[in-house]
């Protein structure tokens, strides 16, 4: 057990000796957590191998699933990357800063345990004042995977970073709750058509908006687990966003689902099961069970977003046997909240009459 420092800081004009203080444990090769817009991060000097297996280790994260570089300025990715086409000129000019990582065949400056072996590389620059300054004041690009303990849902606050990593990492820059609640959308340049990986805050009709062509690998919108041989992006076979208690997504036509809803509520109680129910503001009012949690409205979407990964979390502390959750249209950043929903549940999905 190591002593984790909390420093808090302003996010948008974080204070410079702050962010040299924990500049120096990177430098230094140690560990720090940090906000970006979309969770926090665990970060690590990304040139360092010693550190970035620690980083494995403080997650107990499988050694096989690399996590995302993090720079402050476009020049750094030519000194991670050995091929960028012209595609991602464009895209960086459009989204970064923000949720979009871009996965480049690799160089050889990065060490091989930064990228599991891989022959790629992700990289992405983050739209958060405080995460861009320490990239900055390290002097270094960040590896950084979310700061959740592997298998956990990511972490919004800084509390949910504590209650996993507490005593595991040198320190956490504390800058209240992230804005956009899911993790950067991932999209393969290393092949053409480019190929998203994973849906997140930048919505893929964005990209199409931009790229023309862009392809979804079959584990974006899977609705059961499909076999390891389909995996490109590593991350894809490993459990996640799991809760403690068993997570039941039901998903169709909105009034079938409630009426599904209740009569599983019913089914459970007569089991003597503690039900939640993980529902929206339309629609929370009408169930009746141990625990109600609302997402927010049906018409924001970003909203939900934003809540997800906390109320998952809240749902632990509740004691309830299970979660029954609704589920909201795959459209914009619908598609990342579905995809985190079904993962969450390990596919335990039941389809009622459709929309
Ligand atoms: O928003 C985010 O992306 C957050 C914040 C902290 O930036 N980071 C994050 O990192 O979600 P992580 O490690 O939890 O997820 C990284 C994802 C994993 O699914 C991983 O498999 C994939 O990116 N990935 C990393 N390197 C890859 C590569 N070379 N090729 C394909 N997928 C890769
Ligand atoms: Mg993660």
Redesign the pocket.
């Known amino acids: 057990m190591k002593q984790t420092i909390t420093i808090k800081v302003d996010p948008q004009q974080p204070d410079t000796k702050q962010i040299q203080a924990a500049a120096d444990i990177i430098k230094k090769g140690g560990l720090v957590a940090f906000p970006?817009e979309?969770?926090?991060?665990l970060g690590a000097d990304a040139l360092n191998p010693k550190a970035v297996s620690n980083l494995f280790k403080a997650k107990k994260r499988p050694t096989d699933?690399?996590?995302?570089i993090?720079v402050e300025n476009t020049n750094t990715i030519h000194t991670l990357a050995e091929q960028v086409p012209p595609k991602a000129d464009t895209l960086m000019k459009k989204f970064w800063p923000g949720?979009l990582?871009l996965?480049f065949k690799r160089s050889k400056n990065v060490p091989d345990v930064t990228?599991a072996g891989?022959d790629?590389?992700?990289i992405?620059m983050?739209q958060h004042n405080v995460a861009l300054a320490l990239i900055r004041e390290s002097n270094c690009p960040i590896a950084?995977?979310?700061?959740n303990l592997a298998g956990k849902p990511?972490p919004t606050t800084a509390e949910h970073v504590l209650k996993d990593l507490n005593g595991r990492i040198d320190a956490i820059l504390d800058a209240g709750p992230t804005r956009i609640g899911v993790?950067?959308t991932?999209l393969?340049l290393s092949v053409d058509p480019p190929v998203v990986?994973?849906p997140?805050?930048t919505p893929v009709e964005a990209l199409k908006q931009v790229l023309g062509e862009v392809k979804l690998h079959p584990f974006v919108a899977a609705e059961k687990e499909l076999t390891v041989e389909k995996t490109?992006?590593?991350?894809?076979k490993h459990t996640h966003y799991a809760p403690k208690a068993q997570l039941i997504v039901v998903e169709g036509d909105i009034t079938v689902v409630m009426a599904t809803i209740k009569l599983l509520i019913t089914q459970y109680w007569f089991q003597d099961k503690r039900v939640g129910v993980l529902a929206t503001a339309e629609t929370a009012w009408a169930y009746e069970a141990d625990v109600v949690k609302s997402l927010g409205s049906r018409r924001k979407v970003d909203v939900i977003a934003a809540n997800l990964f906390r109320l998952l979390r809240e749902f632990d502390e509740e004691n309830v046997d299970v979660i029954i959750s609704e589920s909201v249209s795959t459209e914009g950043l619908g598609l990342a909240v579905m995809n985190r929903l079904r993962k969450a549940s390990g596919y335990n999905i039941i389809k009622v009459g459709q929309p």
């Not at 950084?144 to 700061?147: D, V």
């Not at 490109?232 to 894809?236: A, I």
Request: proline share 16%; no cysteine; charged share 15%.
């Open positions: 970006t979309t969770v926090y991060g699933n690399p996590p995302i993090h949720p990582t996965v990228v891989l790629t590389v992700a992405r983050p950084a995977p979310s700061a990511s993790e950067s991932v393969d990986l994973r997140g805050g490109r992006s590593p991350g894809m």
